[in-house]
């Protein structure tokens, strides 16, 4: 919720000038997860807590498309 706000406030220009700390954050948590997902987990896992993760993971790299999308202008 608060990640989908923040990416509307930078589309709308209000807050473009933070766009490479909000992508900076975005990577460090998308590698934490993969990480996570990689060392914890095996591909297949249908571990409610494996499930969750691959969800955060695609979740965070559509936002992180979108971010992208946002800098390039």
């Known amino acids: 919720m608060q990640l989908e706000t923040v990416t509307k406030e930078v589309a709308q220009g ?6 490479d ?3 900076s954050v975005m990577d460090s948590e998308l590698r ?4 996570d ?9 249908t571990d409610p ?5 691959r969800t955060k993971i695609d979740n965070l790299q559509q936002a ?5 999308t946002l800098k390039r202008g």
């Not at 209000?14 to 766009?19: A, G, K, N, V, W």
């Not at 934490?32 to 990480?35: H, P, T, Y």
């Not at 807590?49 to 993760?53: C, V």
């Open 64 to 68: 992180r498309v979108s971010l992208v």
């Open 37 to 45: 997902a990689l060392t914890q987990y095996n591909t297949w896992s």
């Open 21 to 23: 700390m909000y992508l």
């Open 49 to 53: 807590a494996a499930l969750a993760l």
């Open 32 to 35: 934490k997860a993969e990480d």
């Open 14 to 19: 209000r807050r473009r000038t933070d766009l």
